[in-house]
């Protein structure tokens, strides 16, 4: 019986160790399984990764490439426009100068014509003076005279006795 305390759990260590043995190697077989698979799984997602980087690339080139498309086509527009602006404002500019040397010889003409209406104009005024000084002198003449008339009247009066009294011949 002592012989039995030894070998019976010698002969379970053993086949638990036949176990231990083929149960470690099954699971290193589902480990490498497992890892196969994973890895497989892993460079189908690196493979995956790859490919959606390499198509957000071509994407990200393809629209560097029509922005940089449209910026220069903007950048054509835009210089054509200014340009054509330009080009009107070149042809206002020589068109309103040609318009202001009209405008300033018909200034001179008529700063001339008025001068000379102005001229005349005075001449008018300084010939209705005159005109209005001679009206004035021959009233202030009338009067002279009328009023000699009437001194003389007085005076004949007088000499010959009889008096008008104080009426005026000449209103």
């Known amino acids: ?3 039995l305390y030894i070998a019976v759990p010698l002969i379970l260590t ?6 231990y043995q083929n149960h470690t190697r099954q699971a290193a077989i589902v480990a490498a399984e497992k890892a196969a698979a994973a890895e497989q799984l892993a460079a189908a997602e690196q493979a995956k990764k790859a490919e959606a980087e ?3 690339r071509e ?3 393809r629209r560097a490439a029509e922005r940089i498309a449209e910026e220069k086509r903007k950048e054509d527009e835009k210089a054509a426009k200014w340009a054509a602006v330009g080009a009107q404002i070149d042809a206002d500019t020589e068109s309103y100068r040609a318009q202001a040397t009209r405008h300033a010889d018909e200034i001179k003409a008529r700063q001339k014509r008025l001068a000379k209406v102005r001229a005349e104009l005075e001449k008018a005024r300084q010939a209705s003076l005159d005109l209005d000084l001679a009206v004035e002198a021959a009233r202030v003449q009338k009067r002279n005279a009328e009023l000699e008339i009437q001194r003389l009247v007085e005076m004949v009066a007088r000499k010959g006795g009889t008096t008008l009294g104080a009426t005026v011949l000449a209103p």
């Open 59 to 61: 994407d990200a080139d």
């Open 14 to 19: 053993v086949l638990l160790g036949f176990a």
């Open 1 to 3: 019986m002592k012989k």
């Open 54 to 56: 390499r198509q957000a």
